[in-house]
């Protein structure tokens, strides 16, 4: 059986722990949680929340990753990768072509705003979004149309947007999709008490709110940045 091999990359603090979520609630889907974590650490010597516990938690080596965990053989129709756009750094990116791919984006005053309250002075290249739109326009050069979701609209309209997504994947859409158990999931990764609360408590996509909260003066030239390759990307949602 060939199995559907689906990445999702996103930056960080957007909603795709949920929607890892809703792709574990299919009986023919595995889902796998941020599998270049510790590597991406290792690499880069960045520090984040419960970092012994995620270099000790799974390899640190990248390509030993890609072998063991992304090249494998499922025993289900799908699995699902939750990624970090981040995590690839400069690594070739010729496996994602035997993937489908999506690219999660999300509104980059909304997101920095977010990932400040764990990461206090966040830099571009913490954030993914340069490095989905790299993600973005690498597979489109070579052919492929990954598909784009803005969370946004996702929160919106989950089950018209979900439904549009696994149309473009060429799987049945789910119901169950919709709808999950508050709690951590086993598919969780150790990293989950630092990023997840927030999930942990729901047991759907929660209603689109759009932020209150002012971005900081500091973070000015960062949303610029950001901002540049949203807009690029999101052309394409």
């Known amino acids: 059986m060939k199995t559907n091999k689906i990445n999702l990359w996103a930056s960080p603090r957007n909603i795709s722990t949920a929607i890892m979520y809703s ?9 796998i949680d ?8 290792k690499s880069t010597g960045i520090i984040h929340p419960g970092q012994d516990e995620i270099l000790a938690s799974q390899n640190q080596k990248f390509n030993a990753v890609l072998k063991e965990v ?4 499922y025993p289900s129709e799908n699995v699902f990768f939750k990624q970090m756009s981040h995590h690839l750094l400069s690594h ?8 489908k791919n999506i690219i999660l984006i999300r509104e980059p005053k909304e997101m920095i705003i977010s990932f400040s309250k764990v990461i206090d002075s966040p830099k571009l290249n913490d954030l993914g979004i340069k490095q989905s739109y790299e993600i973005f326009q690498y597979l489109i050069d070579k052919g492929q149309s990954p598909i784009v979701i803005d969370s946004n609209e996702l929160l919106k309209n989950p089950k018209k947007v ?7 994947l060429a799987i049945p859409f789910d119901e169950k999709m919709l709808q999950w158990k508050a709690g951590k999931r086993p598919e969780d990764g150790v990293w989950s008490p630092h990023w997840y609360n927030n999930v942990h408590q729901s047991t759907g996509f929660s209603p689109y709110q759009k932020r209150k909260e002012v971005l900081e003066e500091r973070f000015e030239d960062l949303y610029q940045e950001c901002l540049f390759y949203y807009e690029k990307i999101k052309e394409k949602a």
Do not use: G, M, N
Not at 70 to 73: P, W
């Open 23 to 31: 792709f574990a609630q299919r009986k023919d889907t595995i889902v």
């Open 34 to 41: 941020e599998p270049f974590y510790a590597a991406y650490l």
């Open 70 to 73: 992304i090249q494998r053989t």
């Open 92 to 99: 070739p990116k010729d496996f994602l072509l035997d993937c």
């Open 162 to 168: 979900l439904s549009l997504v696994c149309e473009k």
